[in-house]
């Protein structure tokens, strides 16, 4: 079944730690999103990528990092530098942009300890 | 920047009910709006897409909506069922390739 796979699906990060969720679809979908959802609020984007080898900031891009050095995947790196880093993370991917039909993986929780 | 409001932000209604879910928007220069769900600690599963050449979509017991003049959508689920207990949220999206989301309804259906 094609589909986007997120991983861990729970995660914990000390005080200073970077850490690495893992996004792929084998969807064959050339855009990918990285939106980060808080407690009774919308979906924030992160990060989007296009194209492999190009990728875009979004709105909350600070403390956050990508790559997109294969079509299927796309991690998020979330560093030191993001203060508030618990929350629900959502990879998402299209076909070409926001006008198609936009799926979702089942997500990651990230908590800070 | 466009801005996407949800209301109510939860609503409970005995099954069997049919009931309607609010979304505005606004900036009315739209490409598309879309409906999902979003079931707890999930990610979001697509229901309706909206283009915004279009005045509604329906899909089994749902039926989407979309007046761009005004700047609202609403989805309206037919014969509620304690199964479509979940969040529900819009999204719009315009020709720059941005979507804005709502923060969503979170709905309950009581058997």
């Known amino acids: 079944d094609g589909g986007i796979t997120q991983s861990p699906k729970y995660l914990f990060r000390k005080e200073g730690q970077n850490v690495t969720l893992s996004c792929e679809q084998n969807?064959?979908?050339?855009?990918m999103y990285w939106y980060r959802q808080d407690p009774g609020q919308g979906l924030r984007l992160i990060y989007y990528s296009q194209i492999v080898n190009d990728f875009q900031k979004g709105d909350i891009a600070e403390g956050y990092s990508v790559s997109r050095e294969k079509k299927e995947s796309f991690p998020l790196t979330v560093t030191s530098a993001q203060k508030n880093p618990t929350a629900f993370y959502l990879c998402?991917?299209?076909?070409?942009?926001?006008?198609?039909?936009?799926?979702f993986g089942e997500g990651s929780w990230l908590t800070v300890v | 920047k466009q801005e996407v409001t949800q209301i109510p932000a939860a609503l409970s209604v005995p099954e069997g009910e049919n009931l309607v879910l609010n979304c505005s928007f606004t900036?009315?220069?739209?490409?598309?709006l879309q409906w999902f769900r979003q079931d707890p600690g999930k990610g979001l599963t697509s229901l309706l897409l909206?283009?915004?050449?279009?005045r509604e979509q329906t899909s089994g017991r749902l039926n989407a909506s979309l007046d761009k003049s005004s700047g609202r959508s609403t989805l309206y689920i037919a014969a509620s069922q304690p199964g479509d207990s979940a969040t529900y949220l819009c999204a719009v999206s315009d020709n720059n390739n941005d979507m804005r989301f709502g923060a969503g309804t979170r709905l309950t259906v009581k058997p």
């Open positions: 969807l064959n979908h050339d855009a």
């Open positions: 909206i283009q915004s050449s279009q």
């Open positions: 900036d009315s220069a739209i490409y598309n």
């Open positions: 998402a991917s299209t076909s070409t942009g926001m006008a198609d039909t936009i799926y």
